[in-house]
């Protein structure tokens, strides 16, 4: 009877040297390389290996009959017909674990340090989000420090808010007294398509010593492909996941999506998308919810999310602005005439909502949250008539009373940036105002 030597067999295939199938680059254009001679899958990670033999990370991001469209994740140069193509038969990852506190990390989760990260967990980039019959529901507050947010837009542990507002009106400033004061475990912050300077700014001014030493910043800059920008959104996604996964209470704050969505657009456009709503193509409207719909509440943690929203020419009817209130449980305008008067965070009450608010608040302070919103827009509709001194005193007691209280209402408004207010405090000072 024939014997079998499995073992033998088994140590020869382990020992083996196996081949790779390589392709070779055949024309760029534009943002894209074409290649031939490799089968890969989109989202497979692949390296040209250019003229001077360095390794170039790209991604399959399309076909063009039987060739494979890629992406680089690096710079084009030195890379011409005939370079070498290998397909590495995975998606890309990044490495999680407790060593990322305190990190600032780029669009791929590299420290920029140029310290190397110890072993961590792979968490893949793009995953699907949680089961929606999985997900718990929001109950809990999540106390961000921010008078004018826990007082009239209360924010819920697991929701996903939007942060509206046209540039220099003070986002980033807003975002990082929310990730300095906010009670949670971790704060994961993405700066997307930011200017470079603005980088080292937002740690040391925004964010501060104290705030830093629980967060991990991905930061991909304005100057970085299209697609690393593009990752960088998902690159903070993944991290804040595994963090949820580990039981812990997240903060996930992203400026900006609209940056993010424009670096959509460019690698729409790059592999022949026809464009659509004010040149933005149809896969940035696909791609907003399959990003957003990754954060919120889970069966082990939950992920709270901020995501800045930058509107052109202050229109918040835009396609993006239009898109992202429709997928988020909130959103937070900031107002351009309120920081033109010096009243910051600028916050506009009148013109934002948190839609979880009615179901997590108690009633009193739903209660006198709400008596205090309605005097505010009684005042701002008889305003220009109290300015050119029109109106007189008793002709309207609603009116009356929201000039009594206009200027204490505006107070509790107005918050400076190292001034922390903890909830009860809030809500202390929000009834006091009518004692």
């Given at each position: 009877m024939?014997?079998?030597d499995f073992q033998?067999?088994?140590?020869?295939i382990q020992s083996?040297?196996?081949m790779?199938?390589e392709?070779i680059?055949k024309?760029?254009i534009?943002?894209t390389?074409?290649?031939?001679?490799?089968n890969a899958?989109v989202?497979e990670v692949?390296t040209?290996?250019n003229e001077?033999?360095e390794p170039?990370?790209?991604?399959?991001?399309?076909?063009k009959e039987?060739?494979?469209?890629?992406m680089?994740?690096?710079?084009l140069s030195?890379?011409?017909?005939?370079?070498r193509?290998?397909?590495?038969?995975?998606p890309?990852?990044?490495?999680?674990s407790?060593d990322l506190?305190?990190?600032?990390?780029?669009?791929?989760?590299?420290?920029?340090d140029?310290?190397k990260?110890k072993?961590?967990?792979p968490?893949n980039?793009?995953?699907?989000?949680p089961?929606?019959?999985?997900?718990?529901?929001?109950?809990?507050?999540?106390?961000?420090g921010?008078r004018?947010?826990?007082?009239f837009?209360?924010?819920?542990?697991g929701?996903?808010?939007g942060i509206?507002?046209?540039?220099g009106?003070?986002?980033?400033?807003?975002?990082g007294m929310i990730?300095?004061?906010a009670?949670?475990?971790?704060?994961v912050?993405?700066?997307?398509?930011?200017?470079?300077?603005e980088?080292?700014?937002?740690i040391?001014?925004?964010l501060?010593?104290?705030?830093?030493?629980?967060?991990?910043?991905?930061c991909?800059?304005s100057?970085?492909?299209?697609l690393?920008?593009?990752?960088?959104a998902?690159?903070?996604t993944?991290?804040a996941?595994?963090?949820r996964?580990?039981?812990k209470?997240?903060?996930l704050m992203?400026?900006?999506v609209t940056?993010f969505a424009?670096?959509?657009?460019?690698v729409?456009?790059?592999i022949?998308e026809?464009?659509?709503?004010?040149?933005y193509t149809?896969?940035?409207f696909?791609m907003?919810?399959?990003?957003?719909?990754?954060?919120?509440?889970?069966?082990?943690?939950?992920?709270t999310?901020?995501?800045?929203?930058?509107v052109?020419?202050?229109?918040?009817?835009e396609?993006?602005?239009?898109?992202?209130?429709?997928?988020?449980?909130?959103?937070?305008?900031?107002?351009?005439?309120?920081?033109?008067?010096n009243h910051y965070?600028?916050?506009?009450?009148?013109?934002?909502i948190?839609?979880?608010?009615?179901?997590?608040?108690?009633d009193?302070h739903?209660k006198?949250?709400s008596?205090a919103?309605?005097?505010l827009?009684?005042?701002?509709?008889?305003e220009?008539l109290?300015n050119?001194?029109?109106?007189v005193?008793?002709s309207?007691?609603?009116v009356?009373l929201a000039?009594n209280?206009?200027d204490?209402?505006e107070?509790?408004?107005?918050?400076?940036?190292?001034?922390?207010?903890?909830f009860k405090?809030?809500?202390?000072a929000?009834?006091?105002?009518?004692?």
């Amino acid at each position: 009877m024939l014997s079998i030597d499995f073992q033998a067999i088994k140590r020869k295939i382990q020992s083996a040297e196996w081949m790779h199938v390589e392709g070779i680059v055949k024309k760029v254009i534009g943002l894209t390389v074409e290649v031939e001679g490799i089968n890969a899958f989109v989202g497979e990670v692949c390296t040209i290996y250019n003229e001077k033999n360095e390794p170039v990370t790209c991604e399959a991001v399309g076909f063009k009959e039987n060739n494979v469209i890629l992406m680089p994740l690096g710079e084009l140069s030195a890379i011409a017909p005939g370079c070498r193509v290998v397909a590495e038969g995975k998606p890309l990852s990044v490495s999680c674990s407790e060593d990322l506190f305190g990190k600032v990390l780029d669009g791929l989760g590299n420290p920029l340090d140029g310290e190397k990260l110890k072993t961590g967990v792979p968490y893949n980039l793009d995953r699907d989000p949680p089961d929606p019959l999985k997900r718990k529901r929001i109950k809990n507050i999540l106390p961000t420090g921010v008078r004018a947010i826990d007082g009239f837009l209360t924010c819920g542990e697991g929701q996903r808010v939007g942060i509206f507002a046209g540039s220099g009106v003070g986002k980033s400033t807003t975002l990082g007294m929310i990730a300095r004061y906010a009670q949670a475990d971790v704060n994961v912050i993405a700066l997307i398509g930011e200017r470079g300077r603005e980088v080292l700014d937002f740690i040391e001014r925004d964010l501060g010593e104290e705030g830093l030493k629980k967060s991990v910043i991905v930061c991909a800059t304005s100057d970085r492909p299209a697609l690393v920008r593009l990752k960088g959104a998902f690159t903070a996604t993944a991290i804040a996941e595994y963090f949820r996964d580990q039981g812990k209470k997240v903060i996930l704050m992203m400026d900006s999506v609209t940056r993010f969505a424009m670096a959509q657009r460019e690698v729409g456009l790059a592999i022949g998308e026809p464009p659509a709503t004010k040149g933005y193509t149809p896969s940035v409207f696909a791609m907003l919810p399959r990003l957003m719909e990754r954060s919120g509440m889970s069966d082990k943690g939950s992920i709270t999310a901020f995501y800045t929203v930058l509107v052109d020419g202050d229109d918040f009817n835009e396609p993006i602005a239009d898109a992202v209130r429709g997928i988020l449980d909130g959103h937070i305008v900031l107002s351009r005439a309120l920081a033109a008067k010096n009243h910051y965070p600028a916050i506009d009450v009148l013109s934002s909502i948190s839609r979880l608010m009615p179901e997590i608040a108690d009633d009193d302070h739903k209660k006198i949250a709400s008596f205090a919103r309605d005097l505010l827009a009684t005042y701002k509709d008889s305003e220009d008539l109290i300015n050119i001194g029109a109106y007189v005193k008793g002709s309207n007691k609603k009116v009356d009373l929201a000039i009594n209280y206009n200027d204490s209402i505006e107070k509790f408004l107005k918050q400076g940036i190292k001034e922390h207010t903890d909830f009860k405090g809030c809500l202390a000072a929000l009834k006091n105002i009518f004692n």
